[in-house]
């Protein structure tokens, strides 16, 4: 197993991979390249062309954060966002397509659809109840590798085989901290601590290497106009900027922070009893048996009780593993498609196949 086989491993907790060898061509994750389709079972909802107790929306959006999505139509449609029903942070660097929810009652349809640059929204049909997170089946991912390179192809084979058979660490991926930044959970912390003096520093005017330099240099200039979220943060009331963001992004810089947390202890598991101790179900760290699987991180964390109790509580597999995989060539490029299980990340996927040669594009 490869130790940091990619540059943001170090920031994300991320540290092992299954497989040694890459395909050695450079792949760059954005909407051209990277397509992500949610996997919802409408039976199981009563799905109706014509009438139903909730509303589906179709969203498709290309180089678009979810969080923008959610606004677009909150605004637009004059619902509140926590009215909106969906499921699960879609990558921004991608060509995406998902589904809300939204009680009928509140929904005028002649304001459908909702077309602006990057984002698509219109009206598919009607649920007969409440979705629930039981109807979310998972993502279908499809992967364009511009090669023509036939070893790339024997190769790529190799590594799903592997993959598929021996699973892969459920790392939370590069998403969740942000490929630019890698701050989200550092806030999340910051967030828990009530330490808004680091906060604001961390959110305002720490740089990260991989940052582009526009954004760099409005951070030192402390000109934060088109930054989604320092934009909110300073425009707040005074003393209200955390938790005003916290709201704004639905919780996600607490959740990372736990995520980051988990795959600390990944590693551990990985070092004291190897692969095989991932094949079970693990505890995130704000569960009451967490203590028993945590008890040094949380030190190292600095961690004291009354906010371990503020982290999320669910449990998570150990492993996940790669489905329905199919590889073909189109012309000069491979297309690798595949499907994987709810809150499971095909970066992590992606960084078994390219390694270090893996890249993000946006700002």
Known sequence: MLVYPHPLDYATGIKYSVVDKSLGVEYTVSPDSFIVEEIVDFEKTGFNNEKGEYAVLRVLKVNTET??????????????????????????NATTKSYFFIKSQLLDPSLLPIETRGVKIELVGFTKKKPSRSIFQGNKFTVIIETGRVEVVKTLREIIDTISTTGIP???GYQRFGVKRCNSHLLGKLLLL??????????????????????????VLGVYRGLIYEEHYISSKLGMGMTSLAKKTHNI???????????????????????????????MPGCLNATDYYSDIFYLESLKPSVIKLLPCFHRPGLFKPRNNVVYTRGDSIIYEFELEPGMYASIVLRELFKDKLYFEGK
């Open 67 to 92: 969080f923008k999505a959610l606004e677009l139509v909150s605004s637009k449609l004059g619902i509140p966002v926590g009215n909106i029903i969906f499921f699960g942070i879609k990558d921004k």
């Open 170 to 172: 459920s790392y939370y």
């Open 194 to 219: 009530k330490r808004e003096d680091l906060f604001a520093d961390v959110l305002l005017r720490t740089i990260h290497l991989l940052e582009d330099p526009d954004v760099s240099l409005r951070r």
């Open 253 to 283: 810089l607490v959740d990372a922070y736990a995520s980051y947390l988990f795959n600390l202890l990944l590693n551990k598991i990985i070092e004291i009893s190897g692969l095989n101790g991932l094949a079970t179900s693990l505890p």
